[in-house]
């Protein structure tokens, strides 16, 4: 997986937690290496994060590498989740596996499933009902 720098959404090194992207007709696999828990929390107290922000915002980002290559250059932002369940948090530098779930898309949006798994297969997160919104297409 590479980052785009001229994306018109920038991530910068601390969110590129995605590592690698398998795409199927039904969705798509991820391999995200987790963050510490605390990453992105800058002065906050370094206790109570369940889940990094950048590991599941790589979630949201293999559902967008999976629109861009399913569907014409495709590129979509978030818009709303219907369900976030957590599970354990993810050790620093975990290596987990995202499996993504497509469900559905129109003109302006696209749905979505997916779930964050740790090394040993522990459920880190599950995501129900994720839409997003579309940016550009292409013809």
């Not at 987790?34 to 790589?58: F, H, M, N, Q, S």
């Not at 861009?68 to 219907?82: K, M, V």
């Not at 975990?94 to 499996?99: D, Y």
Request: glycine share 10%; proline share 6%.
């Amino acid at each position: 997986m590479s980052y785009p720098n001229d994306a018109p959404i920038y991530h910068g090194p601390k969110f590129r937690c995605l590592e690698q992207v398998a795409i199927q007709y039904d969705g798509a696999f991820g391999r995200i290496a987790a963050p510490a828990l605390d990453e992105l929390g800058g002065a906050r107290a370094k206790t109570g994060w369940i889940v990094p922000a950048a590991a599941l915002d790589a979630c949201l980002m293999l559902c967008s590498t999976f629109a861009f290559f399913q569907f014409g250059r495709r590129f979509e932002i978030p818009a709303s989740l219907a369900e976030l369940r957590l599970g354990r948090p993810p050790r620093p530098g975990e290596t987990c596996l995202v499996r993504m779930y497509f469900q559905g898309q129109d003109a302006r949006s696209a749905r979505y499933d997916f779930r964050l798994m740790g090394d040993n297969g522990d459920c880190l997160l599950t995501a129900s009902g994720y839409q997003t919104t579309v940016l550009s297409a292409s013809a």
